[in-house]
């Protein structure tokens, strides 16, 4: 294959037909609404910054729980009314909830066109179809999709920090997970197109990529290109541009990876392992190919192998069968890893699952908040105790932005993904600045410049 590589900025042109994009959920969705934007530009499509100006409104969804796919069931009843307002403004409705529902979406009045996430390439004659009146659908999914030719217009407002799809789809079927169904199997991408793609964002200022996959640790290509290879060939593009990567999957977090993790400075020192439970019962329900053992085996391995690293995670409170005691398993495994974020959600059913067929949704409402209430509040704790380990120590920062709370600070990130707030000086976004850290909350460490 030949690769067409292209530097796509954003078109900000009234003149030309405005499009609205907005975004649910994952990293992956943010890439692809700006795949999407680099498909339309070229079909004579601006993207704008308010939805009233907008003659398209494509809405990039999610999935992934019952509640993400309600937050957009209740927009698109908005939007409704604005078209109601607005004669020829156009919905389309992208992503997982598109492939999921299909032409239920169309049932509703809002709906013109439902694209799911393999037929972006597609965009344009969807759109253009619609003048001859009817509703327009594509959900098929690919094998081979992965626009590795189609650099994505960049809609981040700092252009120091980018996403790159290494890979699409997924193919662990977890019992509880919608993503396999919505997103296809995994197919990995073109390693040259990628380099090319960070190499490029590197010449155009951005200082760090974020190499993203449902399940990074298994990309392959041709059976001879390993994660771990390519991420060493991210990372010697320059000692300048920070490569970070989400999400593992424990099961093929292999030890390479983690030595080229430590060969490499501008690898970040920080490793996104969601767990989901601590309990071996849930695990094996869940379909998790490993057991808490195993997992805490791996944990070991970041520990000796990168020290310095933190660990983050993902958790279900409240899955099919989940007693007190399994719960308690959960809570005891995020003491033993210590770790310094988490994201942790209550089990959310997802029709035609694994889990849906074969476990039965039995933990009541208030038992599954109540738990995961319990796990916020120990990772609470936990966060505070990893902060107030980096307590005088001397962080490197990545400037992403000023401070929420004052002009005269700015805000970045360490290389372990803290957030760490400090006093501008002379610096700005896109610097590398060093910082000693003198105090911190639970989300943020604050420091002065050394
Ligand atoms: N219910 C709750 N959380 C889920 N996740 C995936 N599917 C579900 C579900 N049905 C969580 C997992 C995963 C993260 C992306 O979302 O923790 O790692
Ligand atoms: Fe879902 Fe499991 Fe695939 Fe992650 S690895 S996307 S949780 S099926």
Not at 108 to 126: K, Q, T
Not at 164 to 189: D, H, K, L, T, W
Not at 297 to 316: F, G, L, Q, R
Request: charged content about 25%; hydrophobic content about 35%.
């Amino acid at each position: 294959m030949t690769i067409k590589f292209h530097s796509v900025k954003p078109i900000l042109d009234n003149n030309l037909k405005q499009v609205y994009i907005e975004t649910y959920g994952c990293q992956m969705n943010v890439n692809d609404s700006e795949v999407v934007l680099s498909v339309l530009q070229p079909c004579g499509y601006s993207i704008c910054d308010k939805i009233q100006d907008a003659s398209l409104i494509l809405v990039n969804t999610c999935s992934i729980r019952d509640n993400a796919e309600q937050k957009v069931w209740a927009r698109i009843k908005q939007l409704g009314y604005l078209k109601r307002k607005k004669k020829g403004l156009k919905i389309g409705i992208l992503g997982c909830m598109a492939e999921r529902l299909k032409e239920k979406l169309l049932e509703n009045g809002a709906v013109d066109i439902v694209a799911g996430p393999d037929s972006y390439r597609e965009l344009p004659s969807l759109i253009e179809a619609l003048s001859g009146g009817d509703k327009q659908i594509n959900t098929m999914l690919s094998q081979e999709e992965t626009y590795a030719d189609i650099s994505p217009v960049r809609m981040d407002k700092n252009g120091v920090s980018a996403y790159i799809a290494i890979m699409r789809g997924c193919n662990n079927f977890c019992s509880y997970c919608v993503v396999p169904y919505v997103r296809g199997r995994e197919r990995s991408r073109n390693p040259q197109s990628i380099i090319n793609e960070a190499r490029e964002l590197f010449e155009n200022g951005y200082k760090e990529v974020t190499l993203l996959g449902q399940n990074v640790n298994s990309y392959l290509w041709e059976r001879e290109v390993t994660f771990a290879k390519l991420l060493e060939m991210v990372a010697k593009i320059s000692p300048q541009l920070r490569v970070r990567f989400s999400t593992s999957h424990p099961k093929d977090m292999d030890d390479s990876v983690l030595h080229t993790i430590a060969a490499f400075e501008n690898i970040c020192r920080h490793v996104h392992l969601p767990i989901q439970s601590g309990s071996n019962d849930v695990l094996k329900r869940m379909n998790r190919k490993y057991t808490r053992e195993e997992y805490l085996a791996k944990v070991k391995k970041i520990k000796d192998i990168i020290p310095e690293s933190t660990i983050s995670t993902d958790m279900i409170a409240g899955f099919s069968g989940e007693t007190e005691a399994d719960h308690l398993e959960t809570l005891s495994v995020m003491r033993e890893v210590g770790y310094y974020t988490a994201f942790m959600f209550q089990y959310s059913e997802r029709p035609d699952t694994k889990a849906a067929e074969m476990y039965p949704d039995d933990v009541p409402h208030e038992i599954k908040n109540r738990r995961l209430n319990e796990i916020i509040a120990l990772q609470n704790e936990l966060s505070h105790i990893s902060n107030m380990q980096d307590m005088d120590k001397i962080v490197e920062v990545l400037v992403e932005g000023t401070s929420k709370r004052s002009t005269a600070e700015l805000v970045g990130r360490t290389s372990q993904n803290k957030i760490c707030v400090f006093p501008a000086g002379e610096h700005k976004v896109g610097d590398y600045v060093k910082v000693k850290v003198t105090s911190y909350t639970s989300a943020t460490l604050k420091g002065i410049l050394v």
